[in-house]
């Protein structure tokens, strides 16, 4: 069955970095686009970047929220995504999650889109 597992999360300081990892399996990963979501207490789920497979071109899109901080990556051969967080900001606080749609062009960060879903990591930025 399909399975996403996150790691990675932790407890770092302001201005810090972290990078998250998202393990597929189940599915064939290169052809689904994949996404990172966040939430954290008492507020909606965030979407904040996704990346588009290989053969539609790889692309990736941010929020503007993490625009230039954060960095979204995949490793096909590894059925991996990644997510590359630089600079990070107590407003980072938040469980992570990673989702993804089978899907060909344009990836969304809107989470309706996305059918599977990992169980988060926890991001906690304080000093």
């Known amino acids: 069955h399909l399975q996403l597992v996150e790691s990675g999360g932790g407890l770092v300081q302001p201005g810090g970095s972290l990078r998250l990892s998202c393990a597929g399996s189940?599915?064939?990963?290169?052809?689904?686009?994949m996404a990172w979501f966040r939430q954290a207490p008492g507020k909606e789920r965030e979407g904040i970047s996704c990346?588009?497979?290989?053969?539609?071109?790889?692309?990736?899109h941010y929020a503007d929220s993490v625009k230039g901080r954060f960095t979204i990556s995949r490793d096909d051969a590894k059925n991996t995504v990644y997510l590359e967080m630089n600079n990070l900001k107590p407003e980072d606080t938040a469980v992570y999650y990673c989702a993804a749609v089978r899907l060909f062009g344009l990836c969304s960060l809107s989470g309706g889109h996305y059918p599977w879903w990992g169980q988060g990591t926890q991001v906690t930025v304080s000093s």
């Open positions: 189940g599915f064939e990963f290169e052809y689904h686009a």
């Open positions: 990346i588009e497979i290989a053969r539609s071109g790889g692309h990736t």
